[in-house]
């Protein structure tokens, strides 16, 4: 999975074409945005739902690769239609979260911080959590379940980079990443050359399996200008060890839905049905003509399979 994680970052900033803008994150980009600091860093987030007195259940999102809480914007109604207490969180680094090029960005020291998050949100509050996680935030998502599953209620994976055990860092990567050379040239070059508007609409293109619109392409390449972006970037690679050792097989406890696009060549369906070999009891669905970005491509099919999976295991 590490070389397919490297294929596709390098990809991703060697075809950009113009100049890294700089910019500062806003003090409020939603009318429901919320910041909270979790061991030193400034994580956002964004709620529905935050103040019904009974709900179903409570969810959690989790975005992929260069994404944000934007990537839920076709879920988050259903889910609140539904009943459901929901939090979509930007993993740090990424959308409007603090960006720290010294972070650790492996999946279990993500899964630590969201925990801390969840915490402090919890307030008390003993109700567990169902997790849903998309590409490299379904890797967090299966992190985040197998480091607490007392308090996890389920799992949902969405085409995601995930594991069978987390020991996937390859040392020579990171090792030539930390090379002072390679690193400043990469870095550098990230700065300048980085996701430009047409050069990302195109990488867009890829995981869509068309040409998204320019308000789309906008959603998600405006948090990217965040000064500081491209170190998240480059850190991805260079910084990444895992501080718990996490074995799939722990998700057999769970209630656990993987859902992926028959069509999705970014990460591959093989990946699921691996996964699926791995923990039997896993849920497999696969949706047919959909690629990468099956909440969004086909929001209705992805909707309807999630609320069915987290009412079946959030009865009142």
Known sequence: ??????????????????????????????????????????????????????????????HGFCGSTFCWRFNYDTLVAAHYRVIAIDLPGFGY??????????????????????????AGDTAKWNIVGHSMGGGTAEAVALMNPSRTQSLTILAGMI???????????????????????????????YLSFNSFRRELKKTYGFVPDSLTVNGYWEPLQIDGTAETVVNLLANSKEIQQLDAKGLGQLPVLVIWGKEDKTIRLKQGKKLKRAVPSIDLKVIQDAHHMAMETHPEIFNSMLVEFLDTNNKR
Do not use: C
């Open 163 to 193: 594991f069978i055990k987390n020991n996937n860092v390859n040392r020579r990567i990171v090792g030539l990443v930390n090379f002072p050379i390679y690193k400043k040239l990469l870095l550098s070059y990230t700065e300048k050359q």
């Open 97 to 122: 979260s603090e960006r720290d090029s010294a972070l650790n960005q492996s999946q279990s020291n993500r899964g630590r911080l969201i925990w801390e998050l969840l915490e402090k949100l919890d």
């Open 1 to 62: 999975m590490h070389q397919m994680f490297l294929f596709l970052l390098l990809l991703t900033v060697f075809n950009a074409s113009a100049g890294f803008p700089k910019g500062e994150i806003p003090a409020r980009p939603f009318e429901n945005s919320h910041f909270a600091v979790i061991d030193s860093t400034r994580i956002h987030y964004r709620t529905w739902n935050e103040d019904l007195q009974k709900p179903r259940g409570k969810v959690l999102l989790i």
